[in-house]
């Protein structure tokens, strides 16, 4: 009896170890497929529409950056910002092609993306925003527009929600945040309609670029935290909190900025701006950002060469504005630069980049 007793815990203790040895080994299986579900290869999102209100700047929930309001966001002075203010929830394959060939010409410098939006924790690790993820200066951040805005001259006027009342709400929001954070951390600014084709850093550390004879465009702006950025930077603070339309397209953006030159140089021919007329700061020709002018654009998208100056240009502007729904054509110069200098995002988009 007692030999037979033995016999049955024995079988007992085997069976309960079996079923928890197997319980564990169905946890761990069910464990790494749902972890593999979530940080897997990338694979491509479309995002077919944006949101058409602005009030999906000020949603909250399924948000996985982190936010640009906190105390450990420290951005260093020479850091490059892009903004992505149309709450689609993430970037596509053109403007992911910008930040990663900004952050390969500049291997050293911080590289900042900065949503107004929520950006959901499946995007932000299955999206091409995961590929962007490998390169170690690429950094994403939420920005609340009301607390970034604060103790700065425009927290009166932001906190009035200005864009609610604009046609161009992304835009005229891009336009102001733009300003804001060249203010608050000083750098470099560039739009996501961009690609960079070499390294800005030998340009100086306070410079804006003319579009042509009549505009400087705000695509590209570098401000410095010295006496001359933050002189510019003041102004320009002070130029949009006057002077702000919603009514205008470009009133806030460019027009800001050619207004305060225009103040600041002691030329009123644009042609003639640069460092010796305009106390210092460096004002670039077309050539060097905005080689295409936007009556050229179908030239980027088509197959074919540029012209063998506008290949010395440092980055390319692509009119989104204008070209969005445009294909880009293999063996474009479009196709070509993204090919060269955004190898990742045009790997993993294929056929597809651009689309």
């Given at each position: 009896?007692?030999?037979?007793?033995?016999?049955?815990?024995?079988?007992?203790?085997r069976?309960?170890?079996?079923?928890?040895?197997?319980?564990?080994?169905?946890?761990?299986?069910?464990?790494?497929?749902?972890?593999?579900?979530?940080?897997?290869?990338?694979?491509?999102v479309?995002?077919?529409?944006?949101?058409?209100?602005?009030?999906?700047?000020?949603?909250?929930?399924?948000?996985?950056?982190?936010?640009?309001?906190?105390?450990e966001?420290?951005?260093?002075?020479?850091?490059?910002?892009?903004?992505?203010?149309?709450?689609?929830?993430?970037?596509?394959?053109?403007?992911?092609?910008?930040?990663?060939?900004?952050?390969?010409?500049?291997?050293?410098?911080?590289?900042?993306?900065?949503?107004?939006?929520?950006?959901?924790?499946?995007?932000?690790?299955?999206?091409?925003?995961?590929?962007?993820?490998?390169?170690?200066?690429?950094?994403?951040?939420?920005?609340?527009?009301?607390?970034?805005?604060k103790?700065?001259?425009l927290?009166?006027?932001?906190?009035k929600?200005?864009?609610?009342?604009?046609?161009?709400?992304?835009?005229?929001?891009?336009?102001?945040?733009?300003?804001?954070?060249?203010?608050?951390?000083?750098?470099?600014?560039?739009?996501t309609?961009?690609?960079?084709?070499?390294?800005?850093?030998?340009?100086?550390?306070?410079?804006?670029?003319?579009?042509?004879?009549?505009?400087?465009?705000?695509?590209?702006?570098?401000?410095?935290?010295?006496?001359?950025?933050?002189?510019?930077?003041?102004?320009?603070?002070?130029?949009?909190?006057?002077?702000?339309?919603?009514?205008?397209?470009?009133?806030?953006g460019?027009?800001?900025?050619?207004?305060?030159?225009?103040?600041?140089?002691?030329?009123?021919?644009?042609?003639?701006?640069?460092?010796?007329?305009?106390?210092?700061?460096?004002?670039?020709?077309?050539?060097?950002?905005?080689?295409?002018?936007?009556?050229?654009?179908?030239?980027?998208?088509?197959?074919?060469?540029?012209?063998?100056?506008?290949?010395?240009?440092?980055?390319?502007?692509?009119?989104?504005?204008?070209?969005?729904?445009?294909?880009?054509?293999?063996?474009?110069?479009?196709?070509?630069?993204a090919?060269?200098?955004?190898?990742?995002?045009?790997?993993?988009?294929?056929?597809?980049?651009?689309?």
């Amino acid at each position: 009896m007692h030999s037979l007793k033995q016999s049955r815990q024995f079988f007992l203790r085997r069976h309960i170890i079996i079923c928890l040895t197997l319980l564990i080994l169905c946890s761990v299986t069910i464990y790494y497929i749902s972890q593999r579900d979530v940080y897997g290869e990338p694979f491509i999102v479309e995002f077919e529409s944006v949101n058409t209100n602005v009030s999906c700047h000020d949603l909250e929930d399924g948000d996985a950056l982190p936010s640009a309001e906190d105390a450990e966001f420290l951005p260093r002075p020479n850091s490059i910002f892009f903004h992505e203010t149309s709450c689609k929830g993430g970037l596509t394959s053109r403007q992911a092609c910008a930040v990663e060939s900004a952050a390969r010409a500049h291997p050293r410098r911080q590289i900042y993306v900065m949503f107004s939006a929520p950006v959901s924790e499946f995007i932000y690790r299955r999206s091409c925003i995961a590929k962007l993820q490998q390169f170690k200066n690429i950094k994403f951040a939420r920005v609340h527009i009301k607390e970034y805005a604060k103790k700065t001259p425009l927290e009166e006027m932001v906190a009035k929600k200005p864009f609610a009342e604009s046609q161009w709400w992304m835009e005229h929001t891009s336009d102001v945040l733009r300003y804001l954070t060249l203010y608050k951390f000083g750098g470099v600014y560039l739009d996501t309609d961009m690609l960079v084709t070499k390294s800005l850093t030998p340009l100086g550390h306070n410079w804006v670029a003319r579009e042509d004879n009549s505009w400087v465009n705000a695509a590209a702006i570098a401000i410095s935290n010295d006496h001359l950025g933050r002189r510019l930077a003041d102004a320009l603070m002070n130029e949009v909190k006057t002077t702000y339309r919603p009514d205008i397209w470009i009133h806030n953006g460019p027009g800001a900025i050619t207004r305060v030159l225009h103040k600041m140089c002691s030329s009123q021919d644009l042609a003639e701006w640069s460092s010796k007329t305009c106390d210092g700061l460096e004002v670039y020709g077309p050539e060097y950002f905005f080689p295409l002018h936007y009556s050229r654009k179908d030239d980027y998208f088509k197959p074919g060469e540029l012209s063998e100056k506008a290949q010395q240009a440092y980055t390319h502007h692509f009119w989104n504005k204008l070209t969005f729904d445009m294909n880009i054509e293999k063996g474009s110069p479009y196709d070509t630069m993204a090919e060269k200098h955004c190898p990742t995002i045009y790997g993993m988009y294929g056929d597809r980049f651009g689309s």
